[in-house]
């Protein structure tokens, strides 16, 4: 094994986590946009591997074909039909992505077996995310299928994380993290929690505009906030626990550690990130629900959860959170 191959998998490895993020913005973009059924057959669209861009190209009487199929008031329209489609190849480059990522991975099956089997794990994976797209679309868009869609696609992007940050852990193991308090490890694990606790309630608060976009079509959006239920509130509300949070590991890592260490630089991209989000947030609830935020809301949810996890796992592999620490506690009890 040459460094050239290691790095051809790293490369490969970080493409397809761009692409799995680009996926989750794509089906941010479709929801928003109620394009969800653009598309009312899966793997085709429209009967067809490329879609029409106009009505005429369909059956005249494709309506009471897909009526049939339990898609009533199916209404071809070109920019929601593109908007799917182009999430589907999306999809399929990624499932490509992670196919070409486990095919490189057999370079470290001697040198670590954990690796190879997890990117075929990943390929798995990627094949069950596609599978349960098509379930979507067969459910004709039931909000618990739509909410488990993306929590599998949060498990992929942990493991691929996983994967790529185990074959640099050498790298990680030169990195000094042993100035760091013995709770910052446990601490952010339990802001990994505070995220995914947070991702769960916006499922159920994305459900909720979901229900209000089609019982409501007809209000304006600024009067959707109305109908929200108390989960709406606690999600918003639970935003600053989880700021005060991050930044309390972002002040420990700065304090610590040198200012252009991979873990600081890290800490700064996930404030960013945290900000970033609380503001789409906010333009949700006071600026009328704009589409245009619900998607970039729902993608910085998923960076967060995806850079927390990453400095967990540089962490663990680093020379060690607070052990220093706890060897001169020993000491000194001693």
Known sequence: ????????????????????????????????????????DWPTCFGQWIPPTDESQLPSNYHEIYAQ???????????????????????????????????????????????????????????FQGWLGSSVVASNLKPYMITLHMLMALLIVALVIYTIARSQRETFA???????????KTVLAAAIGMTLLQVAMGTQVRETVDYLAHAHNAIDRQFWREGFPIIFYVHRSFSSIILLTNLWLFWKLRRTLPRQSLP?????????????????G?????????????????????????????????????????????????????
């Not at 329209?77 to 057999?106: D, M, Q």
């Not at 630089?265 to 989000?277: E, M, S």
């Open 1 to 40: 094994m040459n460094d050239q191959t290691i790095l051809n998998f790293r490369r490969l490895g970080l493409l397809t986590i761009l692409a799995v993020y680009l996926v989750i913005l794509a089906g941010g973009i479709v929801r928003a946009s109620g394009a969800g059924m653009g598309c009312p």
């Open 69 to 127: 199929r339990g898609y009533e008031n199916t209404q071809f329209n070109p920019v929601k039909t593109w908007t799917e489609y182009s999430n589907r190849l999306v999809g399929a480059t990624t499932g490509i992505l992670v196919l070409l990522t486990a095919w490189a991975s057999r370079i470290f099956r001697k040198r670590d077996k954990t690796i190879f089997y997890l990117s075929l794990t990943n390929l798995f994976l990627i094949g």
């Open 174 to 184: 030169t990195i000094d993290s042993s100035a760091l308090p013995p709770r910052f």
């Open 264 to 280: 600081v630089r890290t800490g700064y991209a996930l404030i960013g990130l945290i900000v970033t989000a609380i503001l789409a």
């Open 282 to 334: 906010v333009s949700l609830d006071r600026l009328g629900m704009p589409p245009v935020a619900q998607p970039i809301h729902l993608l910085m949810a998923n960076l967060i959860f995806g850079v927390q996890f990453f400095l967990f796992i540089t962490l663990r592999y680093s020379a060690g959170v607070g052990k220093q620490a706890r060897a001169g506690e020993i000491l000194q009890n001693n």
